[in-house]
């Protein structure tokens, strides 16, 4: 289902910003479950991708400053987040870490339907260009 998800948005928009967006529902799924069972190579590593669809998009293209900005937060966020994974904090601070992973998941998510806007503003643009 989650992937059925993220292959509508990519056939409403064939861009490669929102066919490979850091904030498809598929990882960010597998993010959390890494997360909730608290294993922390699978969060590891789905991180990863995740910052470097990041990085290639956003933080390396022409987006605003503030997208950079909550871009390189977001990062730094996995980072901690994937710390806590492999210490203590974990396990005493569960509540708080996972409301603020989820806070800067939803963030993105927003920035995604954002892009996605964006991409359906800009090709109505385009049609309306052509017809004149």
């Not at 994937?82 to 992973?101: E, H, N, P, R, V």
């Not at 503003?121 to 017809?131: H, I, P, T």
């Amino acid at each position: 289902m989650l992937i059925v998800i993220d292959t509508l948005h990519a056939k409403s928009d064939r861009r490669d910003l929102v066919k490979y967006h850091n904030a498809q529902v598929f990882l960010t799924a597998l993010l959390l479950a890494s997360f909730l069972i608290s294993e922390p190579l699978p969060f590891i590593f789905i991180s990863t991708i995740k910052v470097l669809s990041l990085m290639f998009f956003k933080i390396s293209g022409q987006s605003r400053i503030l997208e950079k900005l909550f871009g390189l937060l977001y990062i730094g966020c996995l980072v901690f987040v994937s710390y806590s994974l492999f210490t203590s904090l974990y396990k005493k601070y569960f509540a708080i870490i996972f409301i603020f992973l989820l806070i800067f998941e939803l963030g993105m998510r927003i920035n995604y339907y954002l892009d996605l806007s964006l991409s359906v503003r800009s090709k109505r643009y385009s049609m309306e260009k052509k017809s004149n």
